[in-house]
């Protein structure tokens, strides 16, 4: 069990990076399997895009905003590898904005270019995206966990990425960090919040999370798609 005055258990941030990688990867393979999606799926997949890329947006503001300034506090030498983090964001950003953009028209049509356009613009965002991913994890995270104490990371996860969300946001976040998560994982991603908490995410929202993430996976028409929907 990690202490206050531990370093930062960073763990957290690859849980998170994890989960975009897999579920943008995930849509952009579907989007591009014969037949392409329609009805319930289509709609499901474009919502889906839309919300993770308003968490990423989240995700990126809280860093800037929050974790970066306190470990420049923290480490002054660490400030042109935070540099570069926040530069990597601002590069990141139009690719996001044009793929959100993007799900949105998929989500509200049935023209095809859409679903083409949403493809090659999740294309163009992983291509930026999943480097700075990857690199934030491997290089930075460490730098983090020298700078500040667990006690200060957790201050503010809860002051900035937990207290000011509903239960239903909580919910959705967390179940979907859950997907295909090892045990280590899940224990870290649930002790974020306290019992009585967990419980009603895990198992007061996780059946209706699961339902709507088979509709999004699985093709309108079919006979689990409609059981998954019911």
Do not use: C
Request: net charge negative; no cysteine; charged share 25%.
């Amino acid at each position: 069990m990690t202490r206050p005055e531990d370093p930062a258990d960073t763990r957290m941030m690859a849980i998170i990076h994890n989960a975009l990688k897999r579920d943008l990867v995930r849509v952009h393979r579907v989007l591009t399997e014969t037949p392409a999606p329609r009805g319930r799926q289509r709609v499901a997949l474009g919502e889906h895009v839309t919300w993770m890329l308003e968490f990423l947006h989240a995700h990126h503001t809280s860093e800037d905003t929050h974790l970066w300034p306190l470990v420049r506090s923290r480490n002054p030498g660490s400030a042109e590898l935070l540099d570069s983090m926040e530069a990597d964001h601002a590069r990141i950003a139009p690719a996001a904005d044009a793929a959100a953009a993007a799900a949105q028209e998929y989500a509200t049509t049935t023209d095809d270019h859409a679903r083409v356009a949403l493809a090659e613009a999740l294309d163009r965002l992983l291509e930026v995206l999943v480097p700075h991913l990857d690199r934030e994890v491997a290089e930075a995270m460490p730098v983090v966990s020298a700078s500040i104490t667990n006690g200060e990371w957790d201050a503010m996860e809860q002051e900035h990425n937990i207290k000011s969300k509903t239960m239903r946001q909580l919910a959705a976040e967390g179940n979907w960090l859950l997907e295909d998560i090892d045990p280590e994982g899940y224990d870290v991603v649930v002790h974020k919040v306290p019992a009585v908490i967990r419980f009603v995410l895990v198992q007061g929202f996780g059946p209706g999370y699961r339902r709507r993430a088979r509709v999004r996976w699985t093709p309108d028409g079919s006979r689990t798609a409609a059981a998954a929907a019911s």
